[in-house]
């Protein structure tokens, strides 16, 4: 074979293109691509990763105690395509204005290969407590290891761990892996010090914080196939600063001790909404987000923004609270009429957004 059938083009006369012939008078129709031998053809790969929300435990997860997250339909889509420069939505990629990124590619994979050119489509509200960044970093990391080998499973754990680390990194050190384990395996993620009765153990992760070590036990909890109910997430348009409102939760206990039995409380109730949610019975899990909005109000954590959306959906839920950090971002209803809840959320000034309760995990979607 010579070096133009190496190419996918025939020698002879009757295929080959004539010196200056023009391209458009050439009969390509034997190649593979009409536009490109491919061998000469860049790779490219799409991944997508879900969002997530907390339905139970937020907060009281800092002091060891389980919270309940599902993934929701709404994620994080990332496209590599091998290029002659690195760029990022069309500008040229600074790795140090992108931690999760850089980190991935660089400490994760020592990635050697072609530039890439890397386009990233988001359908969650960013910081707003859904795991947007857990999700670019779950959709990155499945892109890559797909990039650098055609042939390579997804590991979801192994996943889960990239993202985690990626966040961590980005984060100063501290990071749960709440949001990367459940973007990762889908369904409904139990986070929890040690593994919670009733729920199937995946893995268990460690990280060493600022504060010392910390430990998690990360399990699985099958959801009925037949749930016949939604999750819709209002957003109230405020970004939801984390970092601050779990050290105000901080300053609060460590002034306040009688505060300590509101944790005690979310504990309770998180179990309760777990053993419902498990069982199909969505008056229960309803039930127990209303309390569970109600003492989160008590630590604090909760707005007016998000009052206001919460009492809003409240004759067409079968429950409602805030979701995640507080102080802004979301909060999320419980119903059997979406379409009602996410009006009335948008009559209030908020942004509505309708999800199954428990998408599927990251994904390769070509
Ligand atoms: O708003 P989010 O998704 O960052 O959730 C924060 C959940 C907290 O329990 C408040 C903090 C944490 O690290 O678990």
């Not at 290891?145 to 050190?173: C, F, W």
């Not at 405020?238 to 306040?256: C, F, N, Q, R």
């Amino acid at each position: 074979m010579n070096h133009l059938q190496a190419l996918g083009l025939n020698s002879t006369s009757k295929c080959g293109r004539a010196f200056n012939q023009p391209l458009a008078d050439y009969n390509t129709s034997h190649l593979p691509n009409p536009h490109f031998p491919d061998i000469l053809a860049k790779d490219m790969v799409r991944a997508f990763a879900p969002g997530k929300c907390i339905l139970f435990g937020e907060h009281a997860v800092v002091y060891g105690h389980p919270a309940v997250a599902v993934a929701i339909d709404a994620g994080v889509e990332v496209e590599l395509s091998e290029s002659d420069s690195w760029t990022i939505e069309g500008i040229p990629f600074e790795s140090e204005k992108h931690p999760h990124i850089s980190h991935i590619l660089n400490d994760v994979f020592d990635y050697g290969g072609d530039p890439l050119k890397i386009k990233i489509e988001s359908g969650l509200f960013s910081a707003a407590g859904l795991g947007s960044s857990a999700a670019l970093s779950n959709a990155m990391g499945a892109a890559v290891l797909r990039i650098m080998d055609s042939n390579a499973e997804l590991d979801l754990v192994k996943l889960a761990r990239i993202g985690h680390a990626a966040e961590a990194k980005a984060q100063s050190g501290r990071a749960s892996p709440t949001d990367t384990a459940t973007s990762a395996l889908g369904g409904c993620v139990v986070v929890a010090g040690e593994q919670v009765t009733g729920t199937k153990h995946v893995f268990d992760a460690s990280m060493v914080t600022p504060e010392g070590d910390r430990k998690w036990s990360i399990c699985e909890v099958e959801l009925p196939a037949d749930l016949d109910a939604w999750l819709v997430l209002g957003f109230t348009g405020i970004s939801s600063p984390t970092g601050e409102m779990v050290a105000g939760v901080a300053k609060l206990l460590e002034e306040d001790s009688s505060k300590d039995q509101e944790m005690d409380a979310i504990a309770m109730i998180t179990q309760a909404g777990l053993t419902a949610l498990g069982a199909g019975n969505l008056e229960a899990v309803g039930i127990a987000m209303n309390a569970c909005h109600e003492r989160l109000q008590n630590i604090g954590v909760s707005s007016p923004e998000l009052d206001s959306l919460v009492e809003a959906v409240r004759p067409h839920s079968l429950g409602a609270k805030l979701t995640g950090a507080g102080g802004g971002g979301c909060m999320v209803a419980l119903t059997q009429n979406p379409q009602r809840v996410a009006e009335a959320i948008e009559v209030v000034g908020g942004t509505p957004l309708i999800s199954r309760l428990g998408a599927d995990g990251v994904r390769i979607l070509s």
